[in-house]
């Protein structure tokens, strides 16, 4: 048979080069078998200091953070105000109340750190009901507890205004000043939460993803982790200039931080408790 005579269907590369073109979807079973190699392959423990040393950036004053947080009444007597004192029971019919609670958290954390010291500006949003969309066709289904994502330039000069609207005094030195001065305020914070919630969190603008669980338990403790590494490599997929994703795991309140690059895995070996 000559080389002008073969038809398609002679051709011995014909069904690697569909399955290419057509890049079927990715199932979640198929990324959970590629953590699951990864965890038996290429997973590392090092203690919490290393990894904030390595992976976290440095803030220079974190009392004053504190401070900010405590005058805010965000934390008091040790203890996050937005956080429940115990685990409800049954738990894991009530996990999910926790996810905005966190998120507003976390947000009130990152408002502490003065701009100068804010390399990327994020937004820990709540998206657990609701798939992050994807730039590509072939991404699984996946749906994280919540994320620090970018957020879009609606919301960011929102988050401007309301910050230096804060910084201003009131024009008026009066009661009767401070009052409208709050009133405006409450109209921009009114604006940010219509934005909140028609923002739709793309893969592309994840930085930081993370799992939440109710139980500390041995059982509880390796699902995590194998769902948070999902998402993570979601997001490798996803972004294909990003050299690692960071993330972490809450039981109820104990956090593990997580780093998960293109060689592998690493976690720190003690957990972070979130009240003391």
């Known amino acids: 048979?000559?080389?002008?005579?073969?038809?398609?269907?002679?051709?011995?590369?014909?069904?690697?080069?569909?399955?290419?073109?057509?890049?079927?979807?990715?199932?979640?079973?198929?990324?959970?078998?590629?953590?699951?190699?990864?965890?038996?392959?290429?997973?590392?423990?090092?203690?919490?200091?290393?990894?904030?040393?390595?992976?976290?950036?440095?803030?220079?004053?974190?009392?004053?953070?504190?401070?900010?947080?405590?005058?805010?009444?965000?934390?008091?007597?040790?203890?996050?105000?937005?956080?429940?004192?115990?685990?409800?029971?049954?738990?894991?019919?009530?996990?999910?109340?926790?996810?905005?609670?966190?998120?507003?958290?976390?947000?009130?954390?990152?408002?502490?750190?003065?701009?100068?010291?804010?390399?990327?500006?994020?937004?820990?949003?709540?998206?657990?009901e609701t798939t992050p969309k994807p730039l590509q066709p072939d991404m699984p289904d996946a749906r994280p507890d919540g994320a620090g994502a970018q957020t879009d330039s609606r919301i960011a000069a929102l988050?401007?205004?309301?910050?230096?609207?804060?910084?201003?005094?009131?024009?008026?030195?009066?009661?009767?000043?401070?009052?409208?001065?709050?009133?405006?305020?409450?109209?921009?914070?009114a604006q940010e939460q219509e934005a909140l919630a028609s923002y739709k969190l793309w893969w592309m603008y994840i930085h930081i993803v993370y799992e939440i669980k109710w139980d500390n338990t041995p059982t509880d403790r390796s699902k995590a982790v194998k769902q948070l590494l999902g998402y993570m490599r979601c997001i490798l997929s996803e972004q294909l200039d990003r050299r690692f994703v960071l993330g972490f795991i809450l039981l109820y309140d104990e956090l593990t931080l997580v780093s998960y690059d293109r060689s592998g895995v690493m976690m720190t070996e003690t957990v972070i408790n979130i009240n003391t």
């Open 159 to 189: 988050e401007e205004a309301i910050r230096k609207y804060k910084d201003t005094p009131p024009a008026l030195n009066t009661r009767s000043g401070t009052m409208k001065h709050q009133e405006v305020l409450n109209q921009y914070a």
């Open 1 to 128: 048979m000559s080389y002008q005579s073969l038809s398609i269907t002679d051709t011995p590369y014909k069904s690697a080069t569909i399955v290419d073109l057509l890049r079927k979807k990715t199932r979640m079973d198929e990324v959970s078998a590629a953590v699951e190699r990864d965890i038996k392959a290429t997973l590392y423990k090092v203690p919490r200091d290393t990894f904030v040393e390595t992976r976290i950036p440095s803030i220079d004053n974190p009392k004053q953070c504190v401070k900010k947080l405590k005058a805010d009444g965000k934390l008091t007597n040790n203890h996050w105000t937005e956080f429940p004192e115990a685990v409800p029971r049954p738990p894991k019919s009530r996990e999910k109340d926790i996810y905005e609670p966190f998120a507003s958290i976390l947000n009130a954390i990152v408002k502490t750190i003065p701009q100068e010291e804010v390399r990327t500006k994020l937004r820990y949003v709540d998206r657990h």
